[in-house]
């Protein structure tokens, strides 16, 4: 019977889900066209690079740049034509102090261990008056709360391990464990808004804002009202 009920919270979930992952994106397309034009953007961890066309369309961009560290992913990427560089978000970022007028990335920062790196050097290659725009998972969304209040792993934080998930037997993750070599499956640091944002403020962004999406169990609009709480998270920042 629990297994049962599992399986119909995880369908339910994963709609629910779905419609704050499309919240999520619209609050990015929407950070960047308010503050476009925006001639050259750069997306660290670009994937395939679907959204990351939709990005440099909403952004007005023309130049655009992708890092990908999945060679299959990257080449889809350039076939899009994006100017794609395979590389580790891990390291430095290969491209000159202030080449881009906007950094983006969107489900990235949760997966990397050294995030000061990473805001450093989104601030270094940004251009002054660039922005950069940080999407990630919330850790002080209401069903984390829910999740450490019943003594679990917070859900954004079940895939800790490439053995698999662990530590909330409802996690949406739960019926799909990575491939053996998917090492960007895993979270290594996941934020709370009010982290995310002292992190841009530590690295020298200014005119910070925060977006929120989803808002489980709630309606995911209630996410855009408080996103101390929604279950995604956009901050954006500016280069002086």
């Avoid at 919240?23 to 679907?50: F, T, V, Y």
């Avoid at 009010?194 to 709630?218: K, N, Q, S, V, W």
Wanted: net charge neutral; glycine share 10%; with cysteine.
């Amino acid at each position: 019977m629990l297994r049962g009920v599992a399986h119909r919270y995880r369908l339910a979930m994963k709609r629910i889900w779905g419609r704050a992952v499309e919240q999520n994106e619209e609050n990015i397309a929407r950070a960047l066209a308010a503050r476009g034009p925006l001639k050259s953007l750069l997306d660290l961890g670009c994937d395939d690079g679907a959204h990351t066309m939709l990005w440099a369309e909403a952004a007005g961009a023309h130049a655009v740049h992708g890092i990908e560290v999945v060679p299959a992913r990257a080449s889809l990427a350039r076939e899009r034509g994006i100017s794609v560089t395979t590389a580790d978000l891990g390291g430095p970022l290969p491209f000159e102090d202030q080449t881009f007028d906007a950094v983006v990335s969107n489900q990235v920062i949760e997966h990397l261990f050294d995030t000061d790196l990473f805001l450093a050097e989104a601030f270094r290659v940004l251009r002054p008056g660039g922005v950069v725009v940080t999407s990630t998972e919330n850790l002080a969304s209401w069903h984390n709360i829910a999740s450490l209040l019943l003594g679990w792993q917070p859900f954004s934080l079940s895939n800790v391990s490439m053995t698999g998930p662990i530590g909330n037997p409802l996690g949406l993750a739960a019926a799909s464990p990575p491939l053996p070599d998917a090492v960007t499956w895993q979270h290594h640091r996941v934020f709370a808004t009010r982290g995310l944002l002292d992190l841009h403020r530590a690295h020298g962004f200014t005119a910070i804002e925060c977006y929120g999406a989803g808002y489980y169990p709630l309606p995911g609009n209630l996410g855009r009202l408080n996103s101390a709480h929604a279950a995604f998270i956009t901050v954006v920042g500016q280069r002086m």
